[in-house]
């Protein structure tokens, strides 16, 4: 079973639409979560960490279930310049004390006109 | 800040020959990460740095890739002899370690590809 793991997509939503991503995690111990933001041909960015209570951000909302070992992103009110690749990191422990960064393969949005 | 700066940005190379990619950190970072991006794969964690040691490089695919970082501002990632399977964007990330939430950031990457 692969660290973390997103349905790739893509989802064609249409502008003003609500949309949701779900990405699973393997390592229960796995201690922080973010969502990142990839445009093609683009290195990623932030978009926002995930906490224990959930998140949000403008249109933006981060939920981290820990018993099903998920994270979701919710977009509301979706616009163009939100067609991107969205991709969800995980930090699994490591036995050296520091964070290494696991990322799924990422879902792809398409926002229509 | 300049951020994370890489280069070359575009290599094309044939088989057999030895890549060097580089990376420079945001000033002040300690962590140093490199990954490679392929549409099959994603983006794959191949080694990565604290405070100059390498820390974990189980993702190095094979003996042909090596990653030093002999200070706190500059790493290497080389790959001799190179293979067309290594064809992928390569890209360079630096934080500040120490803290579960910091925010990684990256570079603009290097694509390469081997003939």
């Known amino acids: 079973r692969k660290e973390v793991e997103q349905d790739p997509g893509p989802f064609n939503v249409p502008e003003g639409a609500t949309v949701a991503f779900n990405c699973t995690y393997s390592n229960s111990a796995s201690q922080s979560f973010f969502w990142y933001r990839q445009d093609c041909r683009k290195e990623p960015k932030l978009l926002m960490s995930v906490y224990s209570s959930g998140n949000e951000d403008g249109r933006f909302t981060a939920q981290l279930n820990r018993a099903s070992q998920y994270i979701s992103l919710l977009i509301r009110d979706s616009k163009l310049s939100d067609s991107a690749t969205y991709l969800c990191v995980v930090n699994p422990p490591t036995t050296s004390g520091t964070y290494k960064y696991i990322f799924g393969t990422g879902t792809r949005l398409k926002v229509l006109a | 800040d300049a951020g994370v700066i890489q280069s070359p940005r575009h290599e094309v190379t044939e088989m057999g020959q030895e890549v060097t990619l580089r990376c420079k950190p945001i000033?002040?970072?300690?962590?140093l990460f490199w990954y490679r991006q392929t549409m099959m794969r994603g983006l794959e964690l191949l080694i990565y740095f604290n405070n100059n040691v390498p820390i974990d490089d189980s993702g190095m695919p094979e003996d042909r890739f090596s990653a030093k970082m002999p200070n706190a501002s500059f790493s290497t990632l080389k790959i001799q002899p190179s293979e067309p399977r290594d064809s992928a964007v390569y890209f360079c990330?630096?934080?500040?370690?120490?803290?579960?939430?910091?925010?990684?950031?990256f570079g603009p990457g290097t694509r390469l590809t081997v003939l």
């Open positions: 000033s002040g970072h300690n962590s």
């Open positions: 990330a630096s934080n500040r370690q120490g803290v579960a939430y910091n925010e990684q950031f």
